[in-house]
């Protein structure tokens, strides 16, 4: 038993370092504990039996941070609400991807950021964040923590030097400054965020006040393969993993990864809330990450060629993909400095006309489906000013970029000239 424990988390053979893609098949999961059993089974059960008396009651004293833990002790399986056996080899699975101490999984996206912002929001705090965000994240911000007594402050994502100063000015006149939230890329317009700029002004807060705010950063568009926020300045990377990650758009969950000291409150809240992911789902979801790279590098070949289809289109303008950043713009440098190469495979493009030549586009797709969401196996296109940022006030949509005529494609794993072929025929109903 004591063998099979630590072969199970290997992340060395030698001085050589096993790759993520190569440890989602077995990382962290002991088959000597289920019968042998390759795949870890689905825990479906709400609470677990204890040996003895004496167990429950170091189990919760540990859960519950009533003592340190002693050394090699693992957190004893109490109820499904504070740990699960498929939810912890997930965690530890996600977690590897950034190289971080602890991941947690949750319920949606959504509860993933609001359980990571009530732990380290209160009353009377400021939230500096980018923008363009995700159109809930943008609600959460902006409409629900205002009635909880939190202010809030915009920067804006691309190139964000120029904003972010006065931004972080105007909050510290606010309040405490505990957060800085960002999302890079930016959904929809793909705008960058400058994380080392984030994690300077979060080090010059700490020195003039004494608080360092937390760094948030979604990572849901290129993550975990094509960008790993930690290395850059990030204190929690945040995950819709109904995205990519599970990438087959069959479930709704969400992740949240950092250092043990960070993601302690956040784990606290979470057992709480009750924010966490069922143990069905994270099986499926490690079940997706087998695939993950292969997935991931697959959409953004086909999306590469897609982009440039695109961008030689007479009837389409202004394809905001990631690989045709000119080098005077502000994002080129963020983009080779935080991103592993890849320019991933959802980005916004605006067809020449007006809304209703855009909607003549997705109404008439054959194989493409109109539908919200991305980062599955199959190609999804949509209008984020009708749709994903329907909340989002008119006048800052026009600020950022959000046009009527702009579409957002993610690109699936489909053979690309279907994909193409697709397009073409759309864009002559234009
Ligand atoms: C979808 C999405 C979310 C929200 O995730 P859910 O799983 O739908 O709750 C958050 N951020 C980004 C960038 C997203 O695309």
């Given at each position: 038993m004591t063998k099979s424990r630590k072969d199970f988390r290997k992340k060395f053979i030698g001085n050589h370092r096993l790759s993520p893609e190569t440890q989602m098949m077995g990382y962290g999961y002991d088959p000597v504990l289920s019968e042998g059993s390759l795949k870890p089974p689905v825990f479906m059960t709400s609470t677990f039996v204890f040996e003895r008396a004496q167990d429950g009651k170091e189990f919760f004293e540990l859960a519950y941070g009533k003592r340190e833990a002693e050394k090699g002790e693992k957190p004893g399986l109490i109820y499904s609400r504070i740990n699960n056996p498929d939810l912890e080899v997930l965690e530890d699975r996600l977690a590897l991807w950034e190289d971080a101490d602890k991941g947690l999984s949750f319920s949606s996206g959504m509860a993933a950021i609001s359980t990571c912002l009530w732990a380290y929001l209160r009353p009377g705090d400021v939230i500096v964040y980018s923008a363009p965000i995700y159109g809930g994240t943008e609600f959460l911000i902006r409409n629900i923590l205002p009635e909880f007594g939190i202010k809030a402050v915009e920067f804006e994502a691309g190139g964000n030097k120029p904003t972010l100063a006065p931004a972080i000015a105007e909050a510290k006149k606010l309040g405490r400054v505990s957060v800085i939230y960002t999302e890079t890329p930016a959904n929809p317009t793909n705008s960058l965020v400058d994380l080392h700029a984030c994690r300077d002004a979060a080090d010059a807060l700490k020195t003039e006040t004494g608080h360092r705010p937390i760094i948030m950063t979604?990572?849901?568009?290129?993550?975990?393969v094509w960008q790993k926020p930690m290395e850059h300045g990030a204190d929690i990377v945040i995950y819709?993993?109904?995205?990519?990650?599970?990438?087959?758009?069959d479930v709704v969950a969400g992740a949240a990864v950092g250092s043990a000291d960070v993601m302690g409150p956040v784990a606290g809240f979470r057992t709480i809330l009750g924010t966490m992911c069922d143990p069905h789902t994270g099986w499926l979801i490690m079940r997706s990450l087998e695939t993950l790279k292969l997935r991931m590098t697959a959409a953004s070949e086909n999306a590469k060629k897609i982009a440039t289809y695109l961008d030689e289109h007479p009837k389409v303008e202004n394809v905001q993909y990631l690989g045709f950043l000119k080098e005077e713009d502000p994002c080129y440098e963020i983009f080779q400095e935080q991103c592993n190469g890849s320019a991933g495979a959802t980005f916004a493009f605006d067809v020449k006309g007006d809304e209703a030549a855009a909607f003549r586009v997705l109404d008439a797709l054959q194989i493409i489906k109109l539908a919200v969401s991305l980062g599955g196996t199959e190609s999804l296109m949509e209008h984020p000013f009708a749709m994903t940022h329907a909340d989002v006030p008119d006048d800052v949509k026009v600020r950022l970029g959000i046009t009527e005529s702009m579409l957002r494609i993610s690109v699936g794993v489909e053979n690309a000239d279907d994909l193409i072929a697709d397009l073409a025929q759309a864009l002559d109903a234009i």
């Open positions: 979604d990572n849901t568009f290129l993550g975990p819709s993993l109904t995205k990519y990650v599970a990438g087959h758009s």
